[in-house]
């Protein structure tokens, strides 16, 4: 079976040999034209005015990828098989026949277009990149064996081909793609590689168990580079997670090395990147109630030759699972409320300290939970709530009843920016934990910080109580990113902005919703 499909292939490429060898050469007109354009083709392009379905534009390199180079980069096996694209198409010589076509480069490949094999297999080729990045070594052949279901023997370039690479071979186009082996598995540059006539293999254990245990060599970039050429800088935009439940957040990693981030936004709010490293990181909101359709996320980073490079990504928003509310409030209590106006006055001034934005960020891995008893969730985040006799709003916080005096404990490091009684929320501390994130405490007793404290996890801030628009003892525990409420459950599982990036995946555990200790 296996040795039958392999006859197969090799039967393709005998035939891609023969057809290769008789490639004419372009009119020497159109060899003239493209050469008076002059340009680099490896210069980053600025992004496109206007959408153009034609084309492709890939903002990490500023490169365009169309045509029948786009057809075949997207149907074999695109970014993890290519990589991305570092010029725009150009004619060059190649040096296998000494004609010239036109060519594409990407990180892992050169693509060559042949225009005389036009809607056959052989319309695109790539280029045989692991031959020309071995030109002048030699590598010892391996002894000669029959064939086996496991092991391979190639006895056109005297190579064998096993194990991990023989599986990552045969599952991603084997030998149209690859090439005959041309080497044995050996060590270089720490990894084990071998050699392919149009590939390099390599073999990473730190991926073990991932689709990244095997990846290519970038022999595109390498070929580029050794032509003497300035590669374009490679600027990389990671929103993660890729789709968002109502009312969390997802965190954007933006690597602009060699170039300046001139901004980030999230359907038109601004993000506070924090720097990491080598890495600009900032965490955005979706609020409760967003509409359920992708929101964009627009970044823009100049690179060293001032052209802008603009990333538009589409953020899934995903339902959230709310509860629905029928709220009665004591008419005394509501009368104590005072005047539109100062509640409208009260909301402005909660809100100046949400806005406000801190450069540095305060806290250290996960959130805890602000009480250390056991404590049953009354409202949970995101419910929908009626009022009787009017009203409506999303309660973006988590209301935990507890008995009046229960302590409340900084959930992480902060500084204290609000800490005084209102008539709304009542006994009130707002903590700043930096790069727009704070949490918020209503309705306490007493009130044990000040304006300035800082803070560290588990410090007592005041005492559980009932005061503002409260219908008994219980606290309001909220948290904003800038104006937007999000679920602070969520920051208890997950650690946002992690200085060690392997903790970045939601590590929520799965424990039931109404108690907490
Ligand atoms: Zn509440």
Redesign the pocket.
Known sequence: MVLKRLGLVLSIWFCLLLVFSSAPALAQSQVASVQAQASDPTASRPAPTTPNSNSTYFPETGHYLGGTFRAYWQRYGGLAQFGLPLTEEFQELNPADGKVYTVQYFERNRFEYHPEFKNTFYEVLLGLLGRQATTGRTFPDAPAFTTTSRRFYFPETRHSLSNGFKTYWESRGGLAIYGYPISEEFQEGGYTVQYFERARFEYHPENRGTPYEVQLGLLGTNLLTATGRVLPQAFRVQPEPGSVVQGHALQVTVSAAGGQLLGSSLAGVKLNFFQQGDKQVAVAGVVSDAPLRPRLLVTEIKDASGVVRRFEQNIGVLAGQFEQQQIEVDPTVEASLGSDEEQARERARVYSFYNTVTPEKLWTGRFSWPLSVKAPIT?PFGSRRNYVGGGYEV?D?I?FGVPSGTPILAPQRGRVVLAEFQKVRGGIVIIDHGLGVHTAY?HQSRIQVKVGDMVSTGNLIGYVGTTGLSTGPHL?WEMRLGSTGIDPEEWVGRNFIAADEVNLVNQTPSHSRVYRY
């Open positions: 409202t309660h916080a209301d209503f309001h």
